[in-house]
């Protein structure tokens, strides 16, 4: 009996799990389907690099012997949602019967535990960590913290290990990391992919179908292959990782990438596998190409952060996402759709967001996360906002890192503190406040900047919840010894400003 084999767009492995289950006879199903591209309103560039990558994906499997039943976006006879594909398909080609590989998504498990046919869901084994394990992990402990889970990871691998002990004798080498960068005309600029017949072919059919989503299409300059992928990785170990610890923290306006892979699409498609990445990584290291505390921090977002928050998503399942622990309700404002602003931090994150479908993680957690935090934006929008704008957003990364890390509205369960500062962070990490309308100095008054503002209106907002946190008891002795006057004004300024956004004004 003929079986559906259900390949996504985020599964382009050919070792992935259902492709491994496949038999001869097996029909491949892939299908580009609208509601896959509007249930939240994805960047151009992302829907074109997965349809993309999808399409060269699908030639290698038709080249490599498989009967591949594949569904353009344009084509009349498409049902435009993956469950009606596979409808249709196994009625076309008289299946009885689908695997897949488990979607990284609880929207797309549903729908699939809808279908009519019994489906065999396969556990996604392209993490090191599977769902059962770190559920074992997490299994009686009080606080689940990266640090610990990572320790496990790097045994589990071996990955810059010295037998039982980590390379080096220490776990983590973040205290040599975080610092400012100047901006250096000769610092490497990541790798671009002119796009080829079948890239064009893509890019003309977003341009026709997605006009009205939030982002530029072109220039298009991402990787649609593993063999670009691969090429961009080499890239990256070769120029731009030795700085990458350095300048990690770092953000300048007239660089946007610095020292940053722009991996992680790739990763997440499954074009690269976080194992080749991280071992390329440490080969790097062992020939002494790059320093202890670039290649240790790369790997620990690789197979700490990413199999961390993945681990978590699992865990915590689809009710997740509507997670809302400190009760922030306000509408998401315009400036996060490219609306004009005055603060330029948020200009700069949301202009590159805008145009490369790219901002990275002290962007994504200081900036635009960090002033929606402070500002008290509905934590659901802000995750539909990450989900839609980055290209390398799924549903098993984004949520943890929005809803858990960024916004706080899991209580605590991704970080044991909100990720919080005031102006001076920025100032301290970036070019951006020279360039500002607002005065980063400045604590209250007209011109004071707005994190400083809010900083303070969101410490005393949570007062309760947070006062006897060990990490945060500090900044509430330093709120009660400040003057009453100021404080008072501190507290008017945030007012005023969250009455400004409120009223749709450009902040
Ligand atoms: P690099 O800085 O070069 O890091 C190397 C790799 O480490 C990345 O490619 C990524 O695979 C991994 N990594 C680093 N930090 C994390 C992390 N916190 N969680 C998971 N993996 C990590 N990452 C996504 O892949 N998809 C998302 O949708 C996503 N949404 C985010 C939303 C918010 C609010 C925040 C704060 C972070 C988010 N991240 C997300 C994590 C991180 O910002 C991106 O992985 C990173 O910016 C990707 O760029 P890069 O490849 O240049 O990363
Ligand atoms: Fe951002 Fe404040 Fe600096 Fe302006 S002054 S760039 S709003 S941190």
């Known amino acids: 009996m003929t079986r559906l084999v259900l390949i996504l767009g985020d599964q382009l492995t050919p070792t992935v ?4 289950a496949a038999r001869p006879g097996d029909v ?3 299908a580009e389907v609208m509601a896959e591209g509007t249930y939240v309103p994805h960047h151009p560039q992302k829907i074109a690099l997965i349809l993309s990558a999808m399409r060269h994906f699908a030639e290698d499997l038709r080249a490599a012997g498989w009967q591949v039943a594949y569904s353009r976006l344009d084509e009349a006879e498409n049902s435009q949602s993956i469950l009606g594909e596979l409808i249709r398909r196994a009625a076309e080609m008289g299946a009885a019967e689908v695997v897949a590989t488990a979607p990284g998504d609880w929207r797309l498990r549903q729908a ?8 065999t869901l396969l556990p996604d084994d392209r993490f090191l960590c599977s769902e059962a394990e770190f559920a074992a992990w997490a299994e009686g402990r009080k606080q689940l913290r990266m640090e610990w889970f990572y320790r496990e990871m790097r045994r589990k691998t071996g990955l810059m290990m010295e037998g039982e002990q980590p390379a080096g004798g220490q776990w983590n080498y973040d205290h040599d990391n975080r610092k400012p960068a100047a901006a250096d005309l000769f610092r490497p600029r990541p790798p671009r992919f002119a796009p080829d017949a079948v890239t064009e072919e893509v890019l003309a059919l977003v341009e026709a179908r997605f006009p009205a989503h939030f982002g530029a299409l072109r220039p298009f ?5 593993r063999e ?3 090429a961009a990785l080499d890239h990256f170990a070769a120029h731009a990782l030795p700085a990458f610890g350095d300048e990690q923290d770092a953000m300048l306006a007239g660089d946007p990438v610095l020292s940053h892979s722009l991996i992680s699409p790739y990763l997440n498609l499954g074009l690269l596998s976080p194992m080749e990445v991280c071992r390329r990584v440490e080969a790097e290291w062992r020939a002494g190409r790059v ?3 670039a290649a240790e921090g790369y790997i620990r977002q690789i197979i700490g952060w990413r199999e961390f928050v993945r681990g978590i998503w699992a865990l915590e399942g689809p009710g997740y996402m509507a997670r809302n622990a400190l009760g922030h309700g306000r509408a998401l404002p315009a400036v996060y759709w490219g609306g004009p602003t005055r603060m330029a931090c948020m200009g700069h994150a949301v202009g590159q967001t805008r145009d490369m479908a790219y901002a990275h993680h002290i962007q994504r957690l200081m900036v635009t996360g960090n002033f929606a935090l402070l500002a008290g934006v509905d934590p659901a929008q802000v995750h539909e906002w990450y989900l839609s704008v980055y290209v390398d957003a799924f549903e098993w990364v984004e949520a943890p890192n929005t809803i858990g890390m960024s916004q706080f509205a899991d209580g605590g369960v991704v970080g044991s503190k909100p990720y919080v500062s005031s102006g001076a962070y920025i100032d301290r990490m970036s070019d951006y406040c020279g360039g500002c309308h607002y005065k980063v100095k400045e604590k209250a008054g007209e011109k004071a900047c707005p994190f400083n503002l809010l900083y303070w209106h969101f410490l005393l907002r949570h007062r309760e919840r947070f006062a006897g946190n060990p990490r945060m008891a500090q900044m509430y002795r330093t709120w009660d010894r400040m003057e009453e006057g100021h404080k008072a004004r501190v507290l008017a300024g945030a007012e005023a400003f969250l009455a400004r956004m409120e009223a749709g004004e450009v902040l």
């Open 17 to 20: 799990a259902a492709l491994r």
């Open 28 to 30: 491949i199903v892939m």
């Open 112 to 119: 699939l535990g809808e279908c009519p046919l019994p489906v």
């Open 221 to 225: 300059g991402w990787a649609v292959t």
């Open 228 to 230: 670009g992928a691969l």
């Open 291 to 293: 320093p202890i505390n």
